[in-house]
């Protein structure tokens, strides 16, 4: 019977002398003296392996070669022997072998050390080689973690009465505006990827639904290489009708990160460990701070002139919530709100799409008028997520199509959502590589993609 690394221990202290298996990959090999040391890794950690003489014991192995004699590290074996205590043994047990078979033997030219230190890995290199670099303990764990925060996303949506969705990625139109859209070739016309599901989950409220969530893969064509942007992510989206504004919606997301977090904490201490990560606790959560657009340029501000940096100079002004300005917001809030995570609502018109509800229902005059329900999250100094309350009425929206440079026509599939009643509705979408990145303290957001792609990278 094959027992994991993890249930080794509790294997010793209950089968008392009797003969286990455990299968991996050979992590690490010592010799020291007379006997041989083998570190056997499996999905759930490591196990120490005991080679009574190095190459020389008197079993064979089912290969007929002396136990352990021609092993390679990664090379994948079952090792079958009797657990027992041994506090300097990693999980303080090992496995005294009576035998060892090799199923895979991996070649001797690993284009990295494996069992090494993640930060002398080249990012180029873990990434050519993700079958390899994923075998990293450390670099792995980044991906339990993702696990665990898509789950529980999933979970505490449904514990609120949310359906999960899935909709196409193959669209007629772009949702987000811009031109960071990827063409494809669909029969005799071009179709897009989708930037959003943003459309079918305001579809899904209008058809009924009320509340709907969305784990999936959205594609942005931008061309610019940062330590931020994928061309392709996982969007954590969230839609739900009879709202009344984007506060709502902040309230809900400061409630989903919080069990986020929470589960995290719970399920992956070991994997926090290995990045000496700190996650935050839901009471941080919930004191984080939302001001306004108008609001944080003025803190931002205040902050650059605090920090030393002169922007009271008008060539020194930060005018826009840059990335600069969001690392110092979240300085700012971290200082006085005690929180790295922090929400910015009523952006102008200008910077939200065209889906987007104004601040007054008036008739587009005055200040407020040109300000939207919207808001973004920014945790540790990076926007994680959108939102906003939408636009249903019909009039209104075939109005806002064109002064966003869309025409009616190519969009009348959506408009038809709402000539037949659509509630008040809202949502948001978190960046699920941004935020597994932040919660790490991960440098490029590249490193939370399995297999990221960009502007030259399509492989593996
Ligand atoms: P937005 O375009 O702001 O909003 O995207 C939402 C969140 O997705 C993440 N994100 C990215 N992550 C990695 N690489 C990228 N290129 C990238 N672009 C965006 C960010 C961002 O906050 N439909 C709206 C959401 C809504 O209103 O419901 C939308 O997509 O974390």
């Keep these: 019977m094959r027992i994991l690394a993890k249930d080794m221990l509790a294997a010793a202290q209950k089968r008392h002398q009797e003969e286990v298996e455990a299968a991996g990959w050979i992590h690490r090999i010592r010799d020291m ?3 041989r040391f083998v570190i056997l890794r499996d999905r759930s950690g490591l196990l120490q392996l005991v080679l ?30 009797i657990p027992a205590l041994n506090e300097k043994a990693p999980g303080g047990v090992e496995l005294r072998l009576r035998s060892l078979e090799c199923l895979s033997k991996a070649a001797g030219d690993l284009p990295f050390q494996v069992n090494g230190d993640v930060s002398k890995i080249g990012l180029e290199s873990i990434l050519d080689n993700r079958s390899l670099s994923l075998r990293n303990p450390k670099i792995r764990s980044i991906f339990k973690i993702q696990s665990t925060i898509i789950e529980a996303f999933a979970a505490y949506l449904r514990q609120q009465d949310f359906i999960e969705i899935k909709t196409s990625k193959l669209v007629g139109s772009g949702t987000e505006g811009g031109t960071n859209l990827f063409a494809v070739d669909y029969f005799d016309r071009k179709v897009y990827l989708a930037q959003s599901p943003q459309l079918y989950k305001q579809t899904m409220v209008a058809a009924g639904l009320e509340r709907v969530f969305e784990i999936g893969a959205v594609y942005r064509a ?9 061309n392709e992510y996982v969007s954590l989206d969230v839609e739900l009708g009879f709202i009344e504004s984007e506060k709502e919606l902040i309230e809900l997301e400061k409630n989903l990160l919080a069990y986020i977090f929470a589960q995290v904490i719970e399920k992956n201490a070991a994997d926090i460990a290995l990045w000496n990560a700190v996650i935050p606790d839901p009471a941080s959560v919930a004191r984080a701070p939302t001001v306004s657009y108008e609001e944080c340029l003025k803190i931002v501000n205040a902050e650059a002139v605090r920090g030393g940096k002169s922007a009271a100079s008008a060539s020194a002004r930060i005018f826009d919530i840059t990335p600069e300005a969001e690392r110092l917001l979240c300085e700012w809030s971290l200082r006085e709100h005690g929180s790295d995570l922090a929400f910015v609502n009523e952006f102008p018109r200008r910077h939200r799409p065209f889906y987007t509800y104004p601040l007054s229902s008036g008739s587009g005059t005055g200040e407020a008028a040109a300000l939207t329900m919207s808001f973004d999250a920014i945790f540790r100094g990076l926007e994680i997520t959108s939102g906003s309350r939408r ?20 969009m009348a599939g959506y408009l038809a959502v709402f000539k037949y009643g659509c509630p008040p509705h809202g949502g948001f979408a978190i960046g699920c590589e941004r935020l597994t990145q932040k919660l790490l303290g991960l440098p490029n957001v590249k490193e939370a993609s399995l ?7 399509v492989e593996p």
């Design 391 to 410: 636009q249903h009425d019909y009039n209104a929206l075939a109005e806002a199509l064109p002064k966003f440079g869309l025409r009616p026509e190519d």
């Design 33 to 35: 003296g007379g006997i």
């Design 451 to 457: 297999f990221p792609r960009d502007r030259k990278r």
């Design 52 to 81: 009574s003489e190095a190459g020389t014991s008197t079993e064979a192995s089912a290969e007929g070669s002396p136990l352990g004699a021609d092993l390679t590290l990664e090379s994948v074996v079952v090792a079958r022997g």
């Design 222 to 230: 931008e061309k610019h290489d940062t330590p931020r942007h994928l």
